[in-house]
């Protein structure tokens, strides 16, 4: 690996850590925002933010701050990458096949090298970085585990509007078994909390609940997945939803990242024409609390509770 020298007609800030991992995002970007600022000062030379090119994780974090900042971006990775959302960098190089093959045309492209949080790859960078004589700087931040509470649709309504959504042309339809709407999401450390929310489900789920909802054709479709969702019409469920999240809260829960809570259930995902779906009545009758440390792309069901319909 040769020596990195100091580019003195630009600033390249190089940019690594977490993929993956669930990490406090607002925590990261707080961070490295400080990092970017004290690096540029109150440089004139142009500023171009380097990363990994996915548009996920500490990557994604960073190329939102140059967008912000009117910064140049640019993204190194293997072929691997293309499994990934990419953002759409000013200038894109894909060097190897396996995660690792691109980090050293990566530092040769960095003046100074970030790193927030990340696993072995994120620490080799940053020794070999130290090595090169790249100004380095460093920010642990602990991987989080997410918790989502649902309340499942009964199979009879969520066959109603299946019947439907089936003939959608989409990247992916949702199966029947899937048709749910989020109660509470949150990220967490390895929460020794979570045995005291438990024992809050089991008591407040000790009798029947069983919730509807009203669907009056009012559909969304957002995020990077263009996920096609129908909103859900209901007083009582939202109340719900305001006294569990004020709850969790009081048993460890940290307060929600999503304070406009809007219920839905998402049917598809990469729709590519938008179509009605029949007004109807939903009923919620299943609630499942899962976890995932994201080491896997599978939820646990750690709570389960579900009330039959007479």
């Known amino acids: 690996m040769k020596l990195n020298s100091l580019n003195k007609s630009k600033i390249r800030i190089g940019v690594v850590g977490y993929s993956t991992k669930y990490f406090n995002k607002k925590e990261a970007e707080s961070k490295l925002k ?15 933010i380097v990363s990994g090119l996915t548009n996920i994780g500490i990557s994604a974090i960073a190329y939102k701050i140059a967008k912000e900042y009117g910064y140049k971006t640019a993204g190194y990775a293997c072929e691997k990458a293309n499994e990934f959302e990419l953002f759409d960098v000013d200038h894109k190089k894909i060097i190897g096949k396996n995660w690792g093959d691109e980090s050293e045309e990566f530092l040769n492209n960095t003046d100074y090298l970030i790193r927030i949080g990340g696993s072995e790859q994120s620490e080799k960078e940053i020794n070999n970085a130290k090595e090169l004589g790249i100004k380095t700087y460093e920010y642990n931040i602990e991987p989080k585990v997410s918790y989502c509470l649902m309340g499942y649709i009964d199979k009879s309504c969520a066959n109603d509007i299946h019947k439907q959504v089936k003939s959608f042309k989409a990247r992916e339809i949702k199966p029947i078994n899937s048709y749910h709407t989020t109660i509470r999401y949150w990220l967490s450390d390895v929460d020794k909390s979570i045995s005291k929310i438990i024992d809050y489900l089991n008591n407040r789920f000790k009798y ?75 009923i919620i009758n299943k609630w499942i609390l899962t976890t995932n440390d994201d080491s ?15």
């Open 34 to 48: 400080e990092l970017i600022n004290k690096i540029v000062k109150n440089s004139k030379l142009p500023i171009t």
């Open 296 to 310: 896997t792309k599978d939820s646990e069901t750690i709570w389960e509770k579900e009330f039959k319909l007479k």
């Open 208 to 282: 029947q609940t069983i919730l509807e909802a009203e669907f009056n054709g009012e559909i969304e479709t957002f995020g990077n997945e263009k996920s096609y969702v129908l909103l859900l019409n209901s007083d009582l469920l939202m109340a719900f939803q305001k006294d569990i999240d004020e709850n969790l809260q009081k048993f460890g829960a940290p307060p929600s990242d999503f304070s406009d809570y809007k219920p839905h259930i998402t049917v598809a995902e990469g729709v590519t024409k938008d179509k009605k779906i029949d007004n109807c009545k939903v």
